[in-house]
């Protein structure tokens, strides 16, 4: 098998059929950002502390996983809304099928990982050296797995996961898409584009508002900071960027979208240094859409992002994603048992020649022979065939019809 197949063969399956390299080039982006802030995270926690030097500032600097996340969710929403306008089902049926399709693609790889993750720390005992989250707060391994089988570590114990840090993130985004069907049916019943743009426009000025309202609202005086509302605008500007309709851009705009993409890449990776809390929040909203911008342009932002394993390793981001944290860390606390006295820069090196191949390969291989047969449409229809229209429109009732009727 040649290169070209073996991604082909890792290529991400669509329902539609239609695949967009470019959105798997944003998903590229948003867990490259992810595993920097983690790698060097990892990096500074075992080797970093009482270092002072241009590296460390360097790593210090660039340590911001959670910007990553914040692409992740716009790119969730833009997908949504994208595939909700294409749709063409009643809202009842379009609902049964969206739920379904989420149960059945994103919850099965994830229970996969916490069961063995809790398994195998159940069974062995093991305890591993500077992992905050499994050591830290009141609330036991059991009950913060039973948590995260239900996504609710945030909203019941104001606590990260123990068993996997970055769910998180993940709990948010079940939060919205519990929500996401009846907010587009909602924001879609208005007919007039226009005037749903300014409706639009003017939530997410609202969203932004809020959100920086909230910033020095601490995460365990308040259960706020573990639902969607703090994260809001980053999912309604996904939804608003489809609305808008991103399109090719030609000429001197072209290159001025491409620049503008580059440049939103560095601020995204910057902004969690920003001190005004308005500044961060509008930094991060403007970024995300220069983003988008250059990946929808056409110029060569686009190009790059859609070119060769880029889109495979994107498409495989989810993945990545539920694994990488517990192999970076599990080498750096191997790692500093055998060589505690090694300097930041060998340290990174080291990590950067040996755990991060490594974990591309394992993540890899998860989601050729784990994740990806759960995108598989005739396991979605077996997971369907659970469910009965009948009866989906029975629980909605009048509310259901009402959005079938006023969003077809």
């Known amino acids: 098998m040649n290169f070209d197949k073996l991604l082909l063969s890792l290529q991400r399956i669509t329902r539609s059929g239609n695949y967009r390299p470019e959105v798997d080039g944003l998903r590229f982006i948003a867990i490259a950002i992810v595993l920097v802030g983690h790698f060097t995270e990892r990096s500074l926690r075992f080797y970093g502390r009482g270092v002072d030097s241009i590296l460390h500032d360097f790593l210090s600097l660039i340590a911001v996983p959670a910007s990553g996340v914040l692409l992740f969710f716009a790119i969730s929403s833009f997908i949504i809304a994208s595939q909700f306008q294409r749709r063409k089902v009643d809202f009842p049926t379009y609902l049964r099928g969206f739920f379904v399709r989420r149960v059945s693609r994103i919850y099965p790889p994830y229970l996969i990982v916490i069961v063995a993750t809790w398994l195998i720390l159940l069974t062995t005992g093991i305890e591993v050296p500077g992992l905050r989250r499994l050591s830290g707060g009141d609330t036991s391994l059991n009950t913060s797995f039973i948590a995260s089988v239900f996504y609710a570590n945030g909203l019941a114990l104001y606590e990260y996961p123990k068993l996997f840090g970055p769910g998180w993130s993940l709990e948010i985004e079940i939060q919205f898409y519990?929500?996401?069907?009846?907010?587009?049916a909602s924001y879609f019943l208005c007919k007039n584009k226009m005037a749903r743009l300014v409706i639009g426009f003017a939530i997410l000025l609202v969203s932004m508002a809020f959100n920086i309202a909230i910033l020095e609202v601490s995460r365990s005086e308040s259960v706020i900071w573990w639902t969607v509302a703090a994260y809001f605008p980053y999912f309604w500007l996904g939804i608003l960027l489809v609305d808008v309709g991103l399109r090719r851009i030609d000429g001197r705009w072209g290159v001025v979208a491409v620049v503008l993409a580059w440049l939103g890449v560095a601020l995204l990776?910057?902004?969690?240094?920003?001190?005004?809390?308005?500044?961060?929040?509008?930094?991060?909203?403007?970024?995300?859409?220069?983003?988008?911008?250059?990946?929808?342009?056409?110029?060569?932002?686009?190009?790059?992002?859609?070119?060769g394993a880029i889109p495979i390793i994107g498409g495989a981001c989810y993945s990545i994603y539920l694994l990488h944290l517990q192999i970076f860390h599990l080498f750096y606390a191997a790692l500093h048992r055998v060589a505690p006295n090694l300097g930041l820069g060998e340290a990174t090196l080291l990590g950067l020649l040996l755990v991060l191949p490594a974990m591309l390969a394992v993540s890899m291989t998860f989601y050729a022979f784990v994740e990806r047969p759960f995108m598989?449409?005739?396991w979605n229809a077996r997971v369907a065939g659970l469910f009965n229209v009948g009866a989906l429109q029975s629980t909605f009732g009048k509310f259901s019809r009402l959005f079938s009727r006023g969003s077809s």
């Not at 519990?178 to 587009?184: D, G, H, Q, R, V």
């Not at 902004?271 to 911008?293: C, Y």
């Open 269 to 307: 990776f910057y902004s969690p240094h920003l001190d005004a809390g308005w500044m961060k929040v509008f930094v991060r909203v403007a970024s995300i859409a220069m983003i988008f911008v250059g990946s929808q342009s056409g110029g060569s932002f686009q190009r790059v992002i859609s070119y």
């Open 376 to 378: 598989q449409p005739t």
């Open 178 to 184: 519990i929500i996401a069907p009846f907010l587009l």
